[in-house]
């Protein structure tokens, strides 16, 4: 029922910048919640951003924010993830993801808050 497809990933030297996407196609509603998640070999799924779909609420973990900014277009059900700055270790696969039947503004920031998720986009960032 729920679709979500990332583009925007690639190869980038460090200090690049990228604009990761995510098309929805399940008509994300407004008490739902979108999310941007990676994954970096022998590491744990870890939070980058997520959005509220209708409140104006976002949710960055502390090490990212200030570099990466969340935001959405609600008309055309997508998100995007800006990254600037970019560092070698920023290098993962990244997922977009989809929280849905949230309380009002809650913006959820752990993994397993999110019922959806796309196939992920690799992010390389060279020395």
């Known amino acids: 029922q729920v679709q979500l497809v990332e583009s925007g990933g690639g190869l980038v030297q460090a200090g690049g910048s990228l604009r990761l996407s995510c098309a929805t196609s399940?008509?994300?509603?407004?008490?739902?919640?979108m999310g941007w998640f990676r994954q970096a070999p022998g590491k744990e799924r870890e939070l980058v951003a997520s959005i509220s779909w209708t409140y104006d609420k976002t949710y960055y973990a502390d090490s990212r924010k200030g570099r990466f900014t969340i935001s959405r277009d609600n008309a055309k059900e997508t998100v995007y993830l800006q990254m600037n700055s970019l560092k070698p270790e920023d290098t993962a696969v990244y997922y977009c993801?989809?929280?849905?039947?949230?309380?009002?503004?809650?913006?959820?920031?752990?993994?397993?808050?999110?019922?959806?998720w796309g196939q992920g986009t690799q992010v390389t960032v060279s020395s």
């Open positions: 399940g008509r994300a509603s407004g008490d739902d919640a």
């Open positions: 993801a989809l929280a849905r039947g949230l309380y009002r503004d809650y913006v959820p920031g752990a993994p397993s808050a999110f019922d959806y």
